[in-house]
């Protein structure tokens, strides 16, 4: 079945920089799109940023110059380079196809800019 397994977030303080990574299986991984997707306390689930299938990236405008997305399909993991983080970054962070596929989410992973 799909699964996503999300890793590397923590306590940073503002200025500072994380990378994610997502471990994905379940279907052909260089076939799909991909997305990070943030959730902070209180909000809605919202699309950070997305890599097609052939390597084109798009990213909310609150985050486009300070985040990278992008993906190694040799080992079917998707990663999120953030820079510049602010507090308004913080918020757990998931990985999921792009469209979705199924209803399957993976645990997340905490990211916390603060100092």
């Known amino acids: 079945q799909v699964q996503f397994v999300e890793s590397g977030g923590g306590l940073v303080q503002p200025g500072g920089s994380l990378r994610l990574s997502c471990a994905a299986s379940g279907f052909t991984f260089s076939n799909d799109g991909m997305s990070w997707y943030r959730q902070a306390p209180g909000k809605e689930r919202e699309v950070v940023a997305t890599i097609t299938s052939g390597d084109s990236t798009y990213y909310a405008g609150s985050v486009k110059g300070r985040f990278t997305i992008s993906r190694d399909n040799t080992k079917n993991t998707l990663f999120l380079q953030m820079d510049s983080l602010k507090p308004e970054d913080t918020a757990v962070y998931y990985c999921?196809?792009?469209?979705?596929?199924?209803?399957?989410w993976g645990q997340g992973t905490q990211v916390t800019v603060s100092s």
């Open positions: 999921n196809q792009s469209p979705r596929r199924s209803a399957a």
